[in-house]
């Protein structure tokens, strides 16, 4: 079998929204997403999708094109990924090999990745190993955006499709008390067989952050994702101490430098990898191992259709996010039931994009 890459593109895809979403730090107008493609010479082909909002299109893709040139150059086998990811990090060195550059050969390596499933016959999760047939998993949103009504209909809809936890967005602008609000119906219109979790997205300081996990406590949660900026480690140290609530961070970092700073404080609980963030499927696997080192399980961000097979195979797997952006431009989405989400049995990633959804970008 020929599995030299021959062939590397990508194209756009959007998934439709009906109106802008918002955290506490950004304004969401599109759902956009780059998808890349690897060919080998025998024609078997791998996808991988970076998820790319509105943010930054020309940049985006003068990186995705700068490596998608350097991999055919360079006529990669599609197994190759740490050689491609090292000797890409080298040549991306001299402007910066994290950002930009990262997200392009991580969404390049998930391709090489699907394509070496389809070249064995194999799901990714089985040529890793898999030590799990199943992952807890919760409906995210909660958008500070909505209405009470949206936010109600969005959890409830969730409920009744079998999810057993939800995610809120809090640091909303009109303080505490509209977050305690929103926090606070969810939990009455949802019952208590309906866990909870909130999600500031480093828009607190520490004293409201603080103020608020003292005030919701009688709500009752599981954790407080990213209650303040993500270089704050004195603050997550403190707020580890005092705030009474499992403490999740991770989706912002390239690397494992504020891991191993979280750790050297004891402050955090919950690690959160962002699969093309941190550069693809070792370097993920890399920081979920040293993670479980030091008794940390693993909640990775957004990329279910990837963390799901991924969790499968490491040692302190804790739950996935869901988002079902991708679902209607893809062919088959992942099975959810009963909170757990299942990994696909297909050939590599087990899913591709619908050729009708995708715009060559050229």
């Known amino acids: 079998m020929n599995t030299k890459i021959k062939k590397a593109r990508f194209y756009r895809a959007v998934s439709r929204i009906t109106k802008p979403i918002a955290d506490s730090t950004h304004t969401i107008s599109k759902i956009a997403f780059y998808v890349t493609e690897v ?19 020309n940049a985006i893709e003068g990186a995705l094109m700068d490596c998608c040139n350097f991999i055919l150059d360079k006529e990669y086998n599609v197994y190759q990924t740490v050689l491609a990811k090292k000797e890409w990090d080298m040549e991306a060195e001299y402007f910066g090999n994290t950002g930009l550059n990262t997200c392009a050969v991580a ?14 016959g ?37 409920k009744s499709r079998g999810f057993t936890a939800v995610k809120i967005k809090v640091g909303h602008p009109d303080g505490i008390e509209r977050d305690l609000h929103r926090l606070g119906i ?28 003292e005030q919701a406590k009688e709500i009752g949660l599981q954790w407080f994702e990213e209650p303040v900026p993500h270089t704050d480690f004195a603050g997550y140290g403190l707020l580890r101490q005092k705030c009474g609530i499992a403490l999740a961070m991770g989706e912002r970092e390239y690397d494992c430098e504020a891991l191993k700073n979280l ?26 191992a040293l993670a479980s080192a030091y008794q940390l399980p693993v909640l990775p961000h957004y990329y279910k259709d990837y963390d799901v097979p991924l969790l499968c195979t490491i040692k302190r797997p804790y739950g996935a996010e869901s988002f079902d952006w991708i679902d209607g431009i893809i062919d088959n989405t992942m ?10 049995e297909g050939a590599g990633w087990g899913f591709r994009f619908k050729e009708e959804a995708l715009e060559e970008v050229r």
């Not at 060919?39 to 299109?57: K, M, N, W």
């Not at 969404?107 to 064995?120: I, L």
């Not at 009504?149 to 809809?157: I, M, N, R, T, Y």
């Not at 750790?263 to 979920?288: F, H, T």
């Open 263 to 288: 750790i050297a404080r004891n402050a955090l609980d919950l690690w959160q990898p962002d699969l093309i963030r941190l550069g693809g499927v070792e370097e993920w696997r890399n920081s979920a």
């Open 39 to 57: 060919e080998t010479a025998d024609g078997v082909r791998g996808q991988g999708y970076l998820l790319s909002f509105h943010y930054s299109p």
């Open 186 to 213: 969810c939990r009455e219109k949802l019952g208590s067989g309906v866990k909870i979790m909130m999600d500031a997205n480093q828009g607190m300081d520490v004293v409201d952050a603080l103020k608020l996990s």
């Open 122 to 158: 194999q799901p990714v999760h089985k040529l890793l190993g898999c030590n799990q047939d199943r992952i807890p998993v919760y409906g995210s949103g909660g958008w500070i955006s909505y209405t009470d009504e949206e936010l109600l209909e969005e959890v409830l809809d969730y």
């Open 107 to 120: 969404a390049f390596n998930v391709a090489m990745w699907d394509a070496w499933g389809h070249c064995n």
């Open 335 to 344: 099975r959810i039931e009963d909170g757990y989400a299942y990994p696909r």
